[in-house]
């Protein structure tokens, strides 16, 4: 079973910037994607972004398009968020997911899950 473990969150002010990381417990080989999600209290699980395993296509939701940057590293099993400008409304518990489709922005598409890391945006 791959474990995906993530860290990075924290207390930011709203403008400042945040990079999150996820690694694998696990070398991956093969066709596979990488895909970040939120969910803040009361709400839903939220797309946010994902990547497909060779780096070559990226997809964003409206909401965090220009702002947020995702890159994987294949070498270390690695996925990460660079998140700048970031916003009150990007308060929320973030977690990373792998999955053996094209990343997709459906979190019923990924078959594992990270523990999640906190990142809150004061105003």
């Known amino acids: 079973q791959i474990h995906l473990v993530e860290s990075g969150g924290g207390l930011v002010q709203a403008g400042g910037s945040l990079r999150l990381s996820c690694a694998a417990s696990?070398?991956?080989?093969?066709?596979?994607?990488w895909g970040w999600f939120r969910q803040a209290p009361g709400k839903g699980r939220e797309f946010v972004a994902s990547?497909?395993?060779?780096?070559?296509?990226?997809r964003y939701a409206d909401s965090v398009k220009g702002r947020f940057t995702i890159s994987r590293d294949n070498a270390d099993n690695t996925v990460r968020l660079q998140m700048t400008d970031l916003k009150p409304e990007d308060t929320a518990l973030y977690y990373c997911a792998m999955g053996w489709k094209t990343a997709t922005p459906f979190d019923v598409d990924y078959d594992y899950w990270g523990q999640g890391t906190q990142v809150t945006v004061s105003s």
């Open positions: 696990e070398r991956t080989f093969g066709d596979f994607g």
């Open positions: 990547i497909t395993y060779d780096g070559e296509t990226a």
